[in-house]
C-alpha cells in the first residue's frame, strides 16, 4: 500500500485540532439541548392559579414588574438580554463587549399570574438579532446602539399604547446620538461601538420583551422564604450577598450591632416610599412641619406600586434551588423541545467531526495517510 508522506504541516494539524475542539463543542452542547428537552418533556404544564409548592413548568405571556432593560445592540425594550459583539481577523477571533442581564418578571397565563425571581437561572433563548459587517461595510442594518442606562421604567398600558402611536420623522437619523453608547470599556478609549473597524465584526443580541411567550420550570416557594428577594430579582453581575464575603461581614457587623433593620421603611424613613424622589409618593410621608407637602397620592399610581413591590411573605414566586434549576425559555414547552431537539442533532454530527479530526490529527502526527 502506498504511503503518502506530509510531514507535520503545522496548518494542518491547527486545522484538525481545531475540528476536535469544535466539534466536542457541538457534542457538549447537543447533549445540554437534549436533556433540557427531556426536562421539558418530561414535565407536565401547570396552571398558575393551581400552583403549590414544589417543581413546576408553566408557560404564558412575560410581563415587566418594577423594571425593563434596554438592549445594548438595539435599544429593545426587555426582560432580558444576552449581546456579544466579536470581531474576526487574521486568522483570530476575539470579543470585544459580551453581557447578560435580566429582572424579576411575571408569567400570566389565562388563570392568573406568577412572579419569577431570575438569579441562577439558565436562559434557552435564540438570537433576535443577528448581523455581520465587513471592514468596508458600515454597520449592519438593525444596529442601534443603547445611548442611556441599562435600566428603565416598567411600561403601563397607557405608555405602550402612546407609543405604538407615534408618528417618527423617517428623516431622522437614527445613530445621530448612538456613537460610543456601548461603553469605552469593551471598544477601547474614544472609540464607540459605531466607530471604524479595523476588521470584520459580528452583532448578536438575544432577547426576551415584554408580551413575549415563555415557558419557565422552577421552584414554587413562598416569598418569605427567599434569602434575598433583592439580589434574586437580577441578573446583572453584581455580588451576591450570600456569597460575597466583604458584604456577608457587614451584615454579620449589622446585626451583631442590632443596627440590621427588618424592612426599607425603618432603614430609610420616607426614601422607601414609592415615588418620594420626584415628589409623587404614593402615600403620606412623614414631613417637618416646615416643609412643603407634596401634592395628594395618586390611587391609580398607588395601585401600581402596590402590585410591583407588596409581596406577602406567604405569596408564591418561582425561583431557583438547590433541587430545582431555574429554566427560562422563549416560546411555549413544544419550541422549546424542537429546539432543543436540533441542537442535539447538531450534537451528533460535532460528534462525527470530532472523531474524524481525532483520526486526521493522530495520522498527521505522525506523518503518514495510508
Not at 399604547?161 to 437614527?174: E, I, K, S, Y
Request: glycine share 12%.
Amino acid at each position: 500500500m502506498a504511503v503518502i508522506r506530509l510531514g507535520t504541516d503545522p496548518t494542518l494539524l491547527v486545522v484538525a485540532g481545531a475540528g476536535v475542539v469544535v466539534g466536542l463543542a457541538m457534542l457538549v452542547r447537543g447533549l445540554r439541548g437534549f436533556r433540557m428537552a427531556g426536562l421539558i418533556g418530561g414535565t407536565s404544564t401547570s396552571r398558575i392559579s393551581a400552583l403549590a409548592v414544589g417543581e413546576v413548568l408553566v408557560t404564558g405571556a412575560a410581563e415587566a414588574v418594577e423594571l425593563t432593560l434596554v438592549s445594548p445592540l438595539q435599544s429593545a425594550q426587555c426582560l432580558y438580554y444576552r449581546a456579544r459583539v466579536r470581531e474576526s481577523g487574521e486568522g483570530d477571533r476575539r470579543d470585544l463587549f459580551t453581557e447578560e442581564r435580566a429582572v424579576g418578571f411575571r408569567v400570566r397565563d389565562s388563570s392568573g399570574a406568577v412572579r419569577v425571581f431570575p438569579r441562577g437561572a439558565r436562559f434557552d433563548v435564540p438570537n433576535r438579532y443577528e448581523e455581520s459587517g465587513g471592514i468596508w461595510d458600515g454597520d449592519p442594518p438593525g444596529l442601534l446602539p443603547r445611548a442611556g442606562p441599562a435600566f428603565g421604567p416598567a411600561p403601563d398600558r397607557q405608555s405602550q399604547v402612546d407609543a405604538l402611536l407615534t408618528v417618527r420623522d423617517p428623516g431622522r437619523d437614527p445613530w445621530a446620538t448612538a456613537a460610543g453608547a456601548v461603553g469605552e470599556r469593551a471598544f477601547g478609549s474614544g472609540l464607540g461601538l459605531l466607530g471604524a473597524a479595523t476588521r470584520a465584526r459580528s452583532y448578536q443580541e438575544a432577547r426576551i420583551e415584554p408580551g413575549d411567550l415563555v415557558t419557565v420550570i422552577g421552584r414554587v416557594v413562598p416569598f418569605g422564604d427567599l434569602d434575598d428577594p433583592s439580589s434574586a430579582d437580577r441578573v446583572d453581575g453584581s455580588p451576591d450577598p450570600s456569597v460575597d464575603p466583604e458584604i456577608a461581614a457587614d451584615v454579620a457587623r449589622a446585626r451583631a450591632a442590632g443596627i440590621l433593620t427588618d424592612n426599607p421603611a425603618s432603614a430609610w424613613g420616607n426614601a422607601a416610599i414609592e415615588g418620594f424622589g420626584i415628589g409623587r409618593p404614593v402615600r403620606a410621608p412623614v414631613l417637618d412641619s416646615a416643609a412643603t407637602p407634596p401634592p395628594p397620592a395618586d390611587p391609580a399610581i398607588a395601585e401600581r406600586a402596590s402590585a410591583a413591590f407588596d409581596i406577602g411573605p406567604q405569596d408564591l414566586v418561582i425561583a431557583t434551588s438547590d433541587d430545582v434549576p431555574l429554566v427560562v425559555a422563549l416560546g411555549a414547552p413544544a419550541d422549546t423541545i424542537n429546539r432543543n431537539q436540533g441542537r442535539f442533532v447538531a450534537g451528533l454530527l460535532g460528534a462525527i467531526l470530532a472523531i474524524g479530526s481525532a483520526m486526521a490529527l493522530a495520522l498527521l502526527a505522525d506523518g503518514a495517510i495510508r
